[in-house]
Nanobody
Framework: QVQLVESGGGLVQAGGSLRLSCAAS????????MGWFRQAPGKEREFVAG????????YYADSVKGRFTISRDNAKNTVYLQMNGLKPEDTAVYSC?????????????????WGQGTQVTVSS
């Protein structure tokens, strides 16, 4: 089992940057596929970025490509989301998720464990 706790959210002006962290506990973290999702008020949850267990593959939603970077430090059981060039439309609750089985995916329901989320607000 994996427990996830996000941090690093906050209020930032458009064009600014934030770095989200997701601290994981549990023996399976190092073999888990990790993902970041977000949900804005009144909208469905959407995939943001993902990374496989050995960092050999990262994948992004088109809306964040070139601005966001996902990374992980398996020694620290932590996954990060570096967000640059933030836009007001990036405002949402950001959650990290872990997927135990092999196979990258952008589908939220295929992830097994979720954090509680951290709020990111981008002002114009």
């Amino acid at each position: 089992q994996v427990q996830l706790v996000e941090s690093g959210g906050g209020l930032v002006q458009a064009g600014g940057s934030l770095r989200l962290s997701c601290a994981a506990s549990g023996r399976t973290f190092r073999t888990s596929i990790m993902g970041w999702f977000r949900q804005a008020p009144g909208k469905e949850r959407e995939f943001v970025a993902g990374i496989n267990w050995d960092k050999s593959n990262t994948y992004y939603a088109d809306s964040v490509k070139g601005r966001f970077t996902i990374s992980r430090d398996n020694a620290k059981n932590t996954v990060y989301l570096q967000m640059n060039g933030l836009k007001p439309e990036d405002t949402a609750v950001y959650s990290c998720a872990a997927k135990s089985r092999m196979g990258i995916t952008t589908t939220a329901k295929l992830f097994d464990y979720w954090g509680q989320g951290t709020q990111v607000t981008v002002s114009s």
